[in-house]
């Protein structure tokens, strides 16, 4: 299938007729999804809710978290692996943000277009744009997506995005084929993240029970093999 012939909305519908539509909801706050974000790579989600619970009893603020040793950071966000490394990150992002808005707050970003803000948050080290995205659509309430593995493998194989195309620069790609309002992106998100976990998974694709099947090249090839 070439590129262009189904786009990521009408992708979007495909998905609410199967599954239904996933209301948004507001999750943390600015700072604090940043930073659970940070904690959620390479992890699971209950490992994410479990070290960032920890993070927030050990310390009383985000001041205290970057004026403390590096190994208690480390120590409180244990249980959700590679401590080592996201420990002097969420320091250093923490240290940056008071740095560039004078508070830990991201208020800031409000109102601005999805793409200055984006660019606003990659532009601190440890950032990338599926971390900032995770910020702006789920706290913030912008039209950002966040595109990770599942959300990337399924756009390459339904064709909404060349198969060559990195994950970083599907964000923008994708998002210029949606409805620009954050509730129409963060129900596609959130569908696209349970297909691609529940029937387009990374090894043998159950293509034959996909309700996508009908729009999918890959897909339709599969089966008839």
């Not at 519908?13 to 904690?39: F, K, M, S, W």
């Not at 401590?83 to 240290?95: D, F, V, W």
């Not at 599942?150 to 964000?171: F, N, Q, T």
Request: hydrophobic share 45%; aromatic share 4%.
């Amino acid at each position: 299938m070439s590129v262009g012939q189904v786009g990521a909305g009408d992708v979007l519908v495909a998905l609410e007729a199967i599954y239904g539509r996933v209301d948004r909801r507001v999750h943390l706050g600015p700072v604090d999804e940043l930073v659970a974000t940070v904690l959620s790579q390479h992890t699971s989600d209950v490992n994410t809710a479990r070290a960032f619970a920890s993070l927030k009893a050990a310390f009383p603020s985000w001041d205290a978290v970057v004026s403390a040793p590096t190994d208690k950071v480390e120590d409180a966000i244990r249980s959700g692996g590679l401590a080592k490394q996201k420990a002097p990150r969420i320091q250093a992002i923490l240290t940056e943000v008071e740095l560039t808005y004078g508070a830990y707050s991201l208020d800031d970003l409000r109102g601005m277009p999805v793409s200055g803000a984006r660019a606003a948050l990659t532009g601190m080290h440890g950032v990338g744009p599926k971390t900032a995205s995770c910020v702006l659509l789920f706290s913030m309430g912008m039209p950002a997506l966040p595109v990770d593995t599942h959300v990337h493998r399924v756009s390459r194989r339904l064709g909404l995005i060349p198969d060559r195309l990195s994950a970083e620069a599907a964000h923008e790609a994708l998002e210029a084929q949606l409805p620009k309002e954050a509730d129409d992106v963060y129900s596609f998100h959130m569908l696209m993240i349970r297909h691609g976990r529940e029937v387009c998974v990374a090894r043998q694709p159950r293509c034959a029970r996909c309700g996508l099947l009908t729009i999918c090249e890959y897909g339709r090839h599969l089966a008839d093999a």
